[in-house]
């Protein structure tokens, strides 16, 4: 069991570079997600850990080594692929013993091993079977026994759940947390959805084209994103985003000339809200003309435009409400939920 | 809607059974032929429904002196020259392809691309084209007349190494990440994983290269001089103008069944395999 520290990791295809200066300390035990759009990097980031990509420049550690030029098979870590990669002429059993095989650990414990780790997966019945007779999920629980019994340092997870339906995909990431837990294995996770990152994540990773964009536990990620690209990501739906002029008289000015408190300085700033922070308000400052309605049962979802302007926004009302097309509604809003970025820059002020 | 057009089922089924007796038919005679006397083959018309001399036929040319005025090896000898040549052959082109696609498949050295076009090239060189410079290096290698001259020079082949090129393309990349961090090595990861993956491919070209290396002609014919170096497909032809007297058609007729025997029955053998292979699906 270790730790894994990225030190200025640079990686370039030729002459495009992809990853610029990655660096982060993740702790023993800990479970970090690296989350991003599609083409962010995170996915070679996770290679290069594995020993499957060569690192252009910096240092990846692994507990104390340094294991830039160790081939994956020395690196002491387990993969879970997102096409789960068994052998498909092998059984169950003889997948999972494969890599153990190869080592030259003994019989006994090899079996001692595969058996725990079915039983911690519950999948001993399938033991002897082939891949092709089980289904997406027992197999991803078949690449993730094969992870397991390999006892290694550090767990990698490539989007292990991209390929399940949405139902099973939510049972099985709860499994996931449930045995990483209980295994205490520092792991690192990929994936493009968010909600899974919050999820699953001690801490996450926000990857943007290359770049880390915040590295912090989901509350801090959720409640204080450091830049806009953050604040958009993370949270279902998308925070609102509205230009707006801070004044000298502390108060920011919107684009219909609204105003509101709250500014930290002069110039044009970029406001983030949250839909579940506004809240109706017959005399609130934030009037949106309401467009379309998704009721969601526990939630309804206001579509519309700030009034006066063309900029959309989303609101959320408890319960199922009725709004009329067309019709104004009043928001407001605490101060304190309102992020506000640079606008140049996109990082966040204050 | 199903169609219910009588006549046309009638019609398609005819075409059918024409074509199979079309097929069927010259083996039909082959097998007639076999087990009459030779006096009766002399006679017109030719006999349609067999005789009764297909074991003692068959016991003459298997083990030998069946023909009259000739010096013969016995067929039985001449079936196990074939069944080396034609092992020899597809064993080796299998060995041989396989490990050449996985060379150019799964490593990057110098050239690499270069070689795959020579390999690709050399598809324009069938044997026949080649034959006086393959004759004189096999020659002056003192290989005439043996084994290794029979087989060695047909070994090499294109058309193989694509096929399994093609295989090991279709096999996802995870696979083999996911072994290389198991700890396989290239030739583990090629015994262990490629091989068995590639298990009816083997099959299929098993079965069409015997049947290629069994009815190879001219490359025996040049090679070998003495008798008992001969395949069963080259002396056939050589009995029609061994005897000095007309041929002896119901023996020629028992040794050509005789000779299109293995191959029938490696590819009813393999089919099972192969099969079996295509029917199960695997991700």
Known sequence: MAGLTLKNLYKSYGKTEVLHGIDGVIEDGEFVVIVGPSGCGKSTLLRMIAGLEVVTSGEIFIGERMVNDLEPADRDIAMVFQNYALYPHMSVRQNMAYGLKIRGIPKDEINRRVEEAADILEI??????????LSGGQRQRVAMGRAIVREPEVFLF????????AKLRVQMRLEIRKLQQRLGVTSVYVTHDQVEAMTLGDRLMVLNAGHV??????????????TLFVAGFIGSPAMNFLPAEGQANGVLRLENGVEITGSR?????ILGMRPEDLMADEAGPIRIRASVLEQLGANTLVHGTLEGTDSEMVASLPGTQTVAEGQVVGFSIVAEKVHQFDSASGQRLG | MVEHRPFLTFLTHLVMLIGILLIAFPIWITFVAASHEAVRMTQVPLPLLPGDQFWHNMKAMLLGSGLKGT?????????????VMALSISLGKIAISIISAFAIVYFKFPFRMGFFWLIFITLMLPVEVRILPTF???????LLNSYAGLSLPLIASATATFMFRQVFLTIPDEMLESARIDGAGPMRFFWDILLPLSRTNIAALFVILFIYGWNQYLWPLLITTDAD??????????MLTAAEATPEWNIIMMTALLAMLPPILVVIFMQKLFVKGLTETDK
Not at chain 2, 71 to 83: A, G, R
Not at chain 2, 229 to 238: E, G
Request: no cysteine; net charge negative.
């Open chain 2, 136 to 142: 004189e290096v096999v020659a002056n290698l003192g």
């Open chain 1, 265 to 269: 300085g002069a110039g044009e700033v």
């Open chain 1, 124 to 133: 001993r019945e399938y033991l002897d079977r082939k891949p092709r007779q």
């Open chain 1, 158 to 165: 490539d989007e292990p759940l991209s390929n399940l339906d």
């Open chain 1, 213 to 226: 964009e915040q590295f912090g536990t989901p509350i801090e990620l959720y409640e204080r994103p450091q």
């Open chain 2, 71 to 83: 010096e013969v090896t016995p067929v039985w000898w001449m079936m196990f020259n074939s069944l």
């Open chain 2, 229 to 238: 170096m001969t395949t069963i497909v080259v002396s056939l032809k050589q």
